[in-house]
Antibody, heavy 118, light 107 residues
């Protein structure tokens, strides 16, 4: 069974940093591109970033470019999101998502809540 | 950026009735369109991809249609577990974008 478990969320002050983790199991991790998608409480979904299976391609939505870094460790079946220079508008649930076939988001974790507040 | 719109924002339906949800893209997206279901407190779940292909484990009462810029999700006979928010998402161009959602609630 595919399982994605996020951790590392919490409360951080504006301008601060946070690193999210996603532990993957139940599938061959390095066969898949992985994504982060976020959702502010009570709001809609926003794609944040992707990384291909080998890390050779990384893409970001414009609002996080230069501030967020996506990475992965295939040996540990883990996905990461380093978030720097955080802003209030970055507050959201961050979902770790598997890419089933190019850009189809087929399995989602339960999300990690990030709150940026002073 | 391709802007996705969904209508109606809320759809009130009685159990057993048919529900039809619409999604429109601001530009051509071919059939690169997916639908997701999200229940309160849960992560989204993939229902449909390629505009009309049902994802693994999704009941046959869910179906998708359309191509280009106009798409439809149909739930043939609503069950109690289908009351949720439904999002469409295009993956034809960067960045990936989602619609604002349609909430299906009990009439």
């Amino acid at each position: 069974e595919v399982e994605l478990v996020e951790s590392g969320g919490g409360v951080v002050q504006p301008g601060g940093s946070l690193r999210l983790f996603c532990a993957a199991s139940g599938f061959t991790f390095d066969d898949h591109t992985m994504h982060w998608v976020r959702q502010a409480p009570g709001k809609g979904l926003e794609w944040v970033s992707l990384i291909t299976w080998d890390g050779s391609r990384r893409d970001y939505t414009d609002s996080v470019k230069g501030r967020f870094i996506i990475s992965r460790d295939n040996g540990k079946n883990s996905l990461y999101l380093q978030m720097n220079s955080l802003r209030a508008e970055d507050s959201a649930f961050y979902y770790c998502v598997r890419d089933g076939q190019w850009l189809v988001l087929d399995y989602w974790g339960q999300g990690a809540l990030v709150t940026v507040s002073s | 950026e391709i802007v996705m719109t969904q209508s109606p924002p809320t759809l009130s339906v009685s159990p057993g009735e048919r529900a039809t949800l619409s999604c429109r893209a601001s530009q051509y997206v071919s059939n690169s369109l997916a639908w997701y279901q999200q229940k309160p407190g849960q992560a989204p779940r993939l229902l449909i991809y390629g505009a009309s292909t049902t994802a693994t484990g999704i009941p046959a009462r869910f179906s998708g249609s359309g191509s280009g810029t106009e798409f439809t999700l149909t739930i043939s006979s609503l069950q109690s577990e289908d009351f949720a928010v439904y999002y469409c998402q295009q993956y034809n161009d960067w960045p990936l974008t989602f619609g604002p959602g349609t909430k299906v609630d009990i009439k």
